[in-house]
């Protein structure tokens, strides 16, 4: 459908990078269901820096998944350079960086969205990630910092002179956070501003949703976050807009297959985090999860969940 310098990717559906949730398990989950490419949550270029355990986990990946992205994060062009041949040294396809993330730890530290208040030190960062980097490097981003500093087009512009090889929108302020409606407007200015693939991001709730989003803005790709939770299938053009039980079920210990052969060690309050995300609209959905959240083994769950069929 569009190619990322040589990376081909096959249609425009992708999952986004979602802190605590988009783990191995989570994007071969949703490859399966049809996403073209999928993001790791942010890694952090201080962890890849002193090699820390549960920085490096995060870099499991398969054959299968691939094409897959891992996203970095940090606010110091040198060590983001130092991180980005780390990660090049894994078999993945992209270094996505994270300069859009509105939560308050990632901020205070300079990085994230904060990046948008300084565009110098944001063209430091893109420059030191693709010196070093054997892959190609994305970035992705919000609208501004506030309504009153709208600043995408001109930061995409940066970014693409910068040696970006292509941008994720996210079309929300900082000030924003996940509220609010987001401004697909600004997605189709950003694609006008520059001549490198443009991914959108921002109130994909269906597959419905991501057509209508290439449809209005003219984006290469629609990135989709929070609803993928629990509804993988939203990559499926085939897949029903509100399933079945039994439907969902599937999905659920499909999931939950991935998980005992590739993560059994994964926390219980992680598995059952997801596992109730499942049952969102669903007659009862409140009684199933607090029945999940009751659960104090993988074990059990699986019971409850076979029960449930």
Same mark, same amino acid.
């Given at each position: 459908?569009?190619?990322?310098?040589?990376?081909?990717?096959?249609?425009?559906?992708?999952?986004?990078?979602?802190?605590?949730?988009?783990?191995?398990?989570?994007?071969?989950?949703?490859?399966?269901?049809?996403?073209?490419?999928?993001?790791?949550?942010?890694?952090?270029?201080?962890?890849?820096?002193?090699?820390?355990?549960?920085?490096?986990?995060?870099?499991?990946?398969?054959?299968?998944?691939?094409?897959?992205?891992?996203?970095?994060?940090?606010?110091?062009?040198?060590?983001?350079?130092?991180?980005?041949?780390?990660?090049?040294?894994?078999?993945?396809?992209?270094?996505?960086?994270?300069?859009?993330?509105?939560?308050?730890?990632?901020?205070?530290?300079?990085?994230?969205?904060?990046?948008?208040?300084?565009?110098?030190?944001?063209?430091?960062?893109?420059?030191?990630?693709?010196?070093?980097?054997?892959?190609?490097?994305?970035?992705?981003?919000?609208?501004?910092?506030?309504?009153?500093?709208?600043?995408?087009?001109? /930061?995409?512009?940066? *970014?693409? =002179? !910068?040696?970006?090889? +292509?941008?994720? @929108?996210? &079309?929300?302020?900082?000030?924003?956070?996940?509220?609010?409606?987001?401004?697909?407007?600004?997605?189709?200015?950003?694609?006008?501003?520059?001549?490198?693939?443009?991914?959108?991001?921002?109130?994909?709730?269906?597959?419905?949703?991501?057509?209508?989003?290439?449809?209005?803005?003219?984006?290469?790709?629609?990135?989709?976050?929070?609803?993928?939770?629990?509804?993988?299938?939203? /990559?499926?053009?085939? *897949?029903? =807009? !509100?399933?079945?039980? +039994?439907?969902? @079920?599937? &999905?659920?210990?499909?999931?939950?297959?991935?998980?005992?052969?590739?993560?059994?060690?994964?926390?219980?309050?992680?598995?059952?985090?997801?596992?109730?995300?499942?049952?969102?609209?669903?007659?009862?959905?409140?009684?199933?999860?607090?029945?999940?959240?009751?659960?104090?083994?993988?074990?059990?769950?699986?019971?409850?969940?076979?029960?449930?069929?």
């Amino acid at each position: 459908m569009f190619s990322i310098t040589t990376l081909r990717i096959d249609n425009p559906f992708i999952l986004a990078p979602l802190a605590g949730y988009s783990d191995l398990v989570f994007r071969l989950l949703c490859r399966e269901y049809g996403a073209s490419l999928c993001f790791s949550e942010m890694i952090s270029c201080h962890g890849l820096h002193f090699r820390q355990k549960n920085t490096l986990d995060m870099l499991k990946t398969v054959e299968a998944e691939r094409p897959v992205a891992m996203q970095l994060f940090g606010s110091e062009p040198e060590l983001m350079g130092e991180a980005a041949g780390i990660l090049s040294g894994y078999p993945i396809d992209l270094i996505d960086l994270n300069m859009g993330c509105p939560v308050k730890k990632v901020i205070k530290k300079g990085a994230g969205c904060a990046l948008m208040k300084d565009p110098p030190l944001a063209a430091r960062i893109i420059r030191a990630v693709v010196q070093n980097s054997k892959v190609p490097v994305t970035v992705k981003f919000r609208s501004g910092w506030n309504h009153q500093t709208i600043t995408a087009c001109g /930061f995409a512009r940066m *970014a693409e =002179e !910068n040696g970006a090889a +292509a941008l994720t @929108l996210h &079309a929300r302020t900082w000030s924003d956070g996940f509220s609010g409606t987001a401004d697909w407007r600004l997605i189709r200015l950003v694609k006008q501003s520059v001549s490198i693939p443009v991914i959108g991001n921002g109130d994909v709730k269906s597959h419905a949703d991501g057509l209508r989003m290439l449809a209005e803005t003219g984006c290469d790709g629609v990135m989709i976050g929070r609803g993928a939770l629990g509804a993988p299938w939203i /990559f499926s053009a085939d *897949a029903p =807009e !509100n399933p079945s039980l +039994a439907f969902r @079920l599937a &999905a659920l210990n499909r999931h939950l297959e991935l998980i005992a052969k590739h993560q059994p060690d994964t926390p219980p309050s992680q598995v059952k985090n997801h596992a109730g995300r499942y049952f969102k609209g669903v007659v009862g959905g409140a009684e199933i999860r607090r029945q999940i959240f009751n659960q104090t083994s993988y074990i059990g769950l699986k019971e409850l969940i076979s029960s449930l069929s």
